[in-house]
């Protein structure tokens, strides 16, 4: 499975922006994407993540209501909706994709990323 994200850039407080997630080759073993973000100097962070056949999502607390995870089964491309954006959202966003054995939340089990992209949120 190939995974490319895209859709981060420099955006001001308060804004939004919706990153996109495209999917490709063998994604029918594809049981959850998510959503990690890291930080300059910090651990790779779940935000979010879909289960792929159903739509099930599952947040990170502090996104809540803020986040919106979603995809695009035809499309097969995987979408966070970011509203509100605060400055400690600052981080390079990765897509990931596995299969049905271990959590979601532990980025160790996922087994397919993208490259990332960078949101930069300014005060």
């Known amino acids: 499975v190939q995974l490319q994200a895209f859709g981060g850039g420099l955006v001001q407080a308060g804004d939004s922006l919706r990153l996109s997630c495209a999917a490709s080759?063998?994604?029918?073993?594809?049981?959850?994407m998510g959503w990690f973000r890291q930080a300059p100097g910090k651990a790779r962070e779940f935000v979010q993540a879909i289960r792929w056949s159903d739509g099930d999502t599952y947040p990170l607390d502090s996104a809540k209501g803020r986040f919106t995870i979603s995809r695009d089964i035809a499309k097969n491309t995987l979408y966070l909706q970011m509203n509100m954006l605060k400055p400690e959202d600052t981080a390079i966003y990765y897509c990931?994709?596995?299969?049905?054995?271990?959590?979601?939340?532990?980025?160790?089990?996922?087994?397919?990323w993208g490259q990332g992209t960078l949101v930069t949120v300014s005060s």
């Open positions: 080759g063998r994604t029918a073993s594809t049981y959850m």
């Open positions: 990931a994709a596995k299969g049905w054995a271990g959590s979601y939340y532990y980025h160790s089990n996922y087994d397919f």
